[in-house]
């Protein structure tokens, strides 16, 4: 089934009017810890291990299964959407069905010529936090008791 692709303002616009949607944020732990969705939660997809090189997270899939219910309603995001489709590509081989990346994430989807093509979801004017609280991948491996 293709995932569905919505660009920030309309994944906003999901979330608001789906009280039980939940903002998965896909990006490193350091990326999400200097701004993010008010209201996501943090399981990285991939760590990067050095300048172009990302190594896939191996516990994603089981600390999302862990936390979040496959019925829940997801929106992916990550720093421009790439990541995102990867992580909802793998959630929904884990069996959810709900899902939907956003294209051009949180800073912008970005052309070959490096122009911003997909505005992200901080320059939208959408609603950003750096408080982590308990939405930390540190947070949610707690809770899947990892």
Sequence with gaps: MAIKQAEPAQAHDILTKNPGAVYLDVRTEGEFAQGHP?????????????????????????????????????????????????ACEMLEAAGYADLTNVRGGFGGARDAGGQVVVPGWRDAGLPVTTDLGDATYAAQRKKAGL
């Design 38 to 86: 008010a209201d996501a939660i943090n399981i990285p997809v991939v760590f990067i291990k050095g300048p172009g090189q990302m190594e896939v997270n191996p516990d994603f899939v089981a600390v999302a299964e862990k936390v979040l219910p496959k019925a829940t309603m997801l929106v992916v995001g990550c720093l421009a959407g790439g990541r995102s489709q990867r």
